[in-house]
Nanobody, 124 residues
Framework: QVQLVESGGGLVQAGGSLRLSCTAS????????IGWFRQAPGKEREFVAT???????TYYADSVKGRFTISDNAKNTVYLQMNNLKPDDTAGYYCAASVYSGGAYQTESFYQYWGQGTQVTVSS
């Protein structure tokens, strides 16, 4: 069992940056693949980025490649650095943990544990 808490959301102007944090408690965090998803009002939740169990590989949605970076502090926190933010990035951002090291990391069903989310609002 692992508990996830997101932080770092807020209001930023287009072109600005934010860094989200996903802090875990419970079992050894390093044994989980960690993903970030987002959900805008009226839209389905969508995959943003993931970092694998071994912390050796990262994957990104095409819409954020080159702007967002997922990383970890080798302890209990995974970060999502978001640069050059756009109004379309406005959404609730959620981190999720999976006991699996490989598979359909871009789907919600791959993950067993979810945080409550943090809101990101990008003004134009």
């Amino acid at each position: 069992q692992v508990q996830l808490v997101e932080s770092g959301g807020g209001l930023v102007q287009a072109g600005g940056s934010l860094r989200l944090s996903c802090t875990a408690s419970g079992r050894t965090f390093s044994r989980y693949t960690i993903g970030w998803f987002r959900q805008a009002p009226g839209k389905e939740r969508e995959f943003v980025a993931t970092i694998t169990w071994s912390r050796g590989t990262t994957y990104y949605a095409d819409s954020v490649k080159g702007r967002f970076t997922i990383s970890d502090n080798a302890k209990n926190t995974v970060y999502l650095q978001m640069n050059n933010l756009k109004p379309d990035d406005t959404a609730g951002y959620y981190c999720a943990a999976s006991v699996y090291s490989g598979g359909a990391y871009q789907t919600e069903s791959f993950y067993q544990y979810w945080g409550q989310g943090t809101q990101v609002t990008v003004s134009s």
